[in-house]
């Protein structure tokens, strides 16, 4: 007889920490000089949404052991960030999880009542446990 529940997810490492920011040279000059953390890496994204509107981010990333850093900052337009930033301010966006099979995962959460918010399928999902905690959950396609 097949158990009615679902798999748990068991997540067992956080992978990346990802902070949305206001100003991203301001947030490293700090970190850099008073924690020691990077080096970083830059890169700036881009693009145009489904209504047509553009938009563009500043992102960079530096390691603490095998943890990921992630910063975001909304350069033009609106971005997954800009609604966190607008109405919290600058901080803890999401925590990132790699998986072998994001999809698999995703409808298993889904059938717990975990609402997606975004996702590119196959390659990364955003998550929302719909419970206490509000942190937003990302799931990344792991690359071997």
Known sequence: MENPEPRKLQLKTVDQISIAVKDIDKV?????????IGPWSFTDIGG?????????????FAYLGPVQ????????????????????GEGLHHLGFYVDDVDGE????????A??????????????????????????????
């Open 28 to 36: 490293i000059e700090s970190w850099s000089s008073m924690f020691g």
């Open 48 to 60: 145009t949404d489904a209504k047509g509107r553009s938009w563009k981010a500043r992102m960079a």
């Open 69 to 88: 850093i992630e910063l975001v900052q909304p350069v033009e337009g609106r971005i997954f960030q800009s609604r966190f930033l607008n109405t919290f």
């Open 106 to 113: 995703v409808s298993k959460l889904l059938a717990q009542r």
């Open 115 to 144: 609402k997606l918010i975004l996702t590119d399928p196959g390659n990364f999902a955003y998550l929302e446990s719909g419970g206490p905690g509000g942190v937003i959950f990302e799931l990344m396609r792991r690359v071997s």
